[in-house]
């Protein structure tokens, strides 16, 4: 049995470790959230699948570290800790900064000649669906935590406790900086499928700008829109399970697809 190296461990948190899993799903949070975001996820999905929520480094029990600035940078980083991954077929869903990460991870795993399965795409425009940012990062602490009640990313409980909050800020500011400085050739492309989620009334994603995703696969591209506004997912956590358990299901019967390999 492989051993994986012990900085893996910090960014890779499975909550229901299955050694008959038969696929892989990657998910990546999304700007200011952490890997129990995909707790519901994993517990549905156990144990036919293995569920790898990505904890970025800055918080919770990695807000020692320094948080990471740049897409491309945490896509090289996931995408090297994927390749020592025991092989199984993988699919990759990230929400919001999540799926950019996603799309970047992705994009170097096929460029490397590893097949990816699929990849789910929430709560973002397309890569090259370019906006000009408010630039929420380089507002004082204040701003910052007024965009995050805004947008109802974090639980009440969490949203109305100061000290917490505050904890967050280094984390979150350069998760949005990373956010707004990523830049997408209109043109990057990758083969595999693209499933997309999205809210009618999510104001960082238009109906239109969700669908600009297919531009950016040589495979098919299909949109779901959910009612409510940036954090949909929050609230139709079991229809987008069931999502997923069908895509499983499809693509682990006959035709189980191609590991991720070194």
Known sequence: ???LPADDDLWCRRYHPSPTATARLVCFPHAGGSAPFYLPVATALSPDVDVVAVQYPGRQERRAEQPLTDV???????????????PLPVTLFGHSLGATIAFETVRRLEAGGSEVTHLFASGRRAPSAHRETRCIHR????????EVRRLNGTVTSVLGDQELMRAALPSLRADYQAAETYRCAPDAIVDCPVTVLTGDNDTETTVPEAQAWERHTTSTCTVHT???GHFFITAHVDAITALLKEH???????DRGTAIRP
């Open 139 to 146: 507002r004082d602490d204040d701003g910052i935590l007024a």
């Open 226 to 228: 959910f009612p409510g």
């Open 72 to 86: 491309d940078a945490f896509a090289e980083r996931i995408h090297d800790l994927l390749l020592r991954q025991p």
């Open 248 to 254: 499983f299901a499809r693509t682990t019967g006959s």
């Open 1 to 3: 049995m492989s051993v």
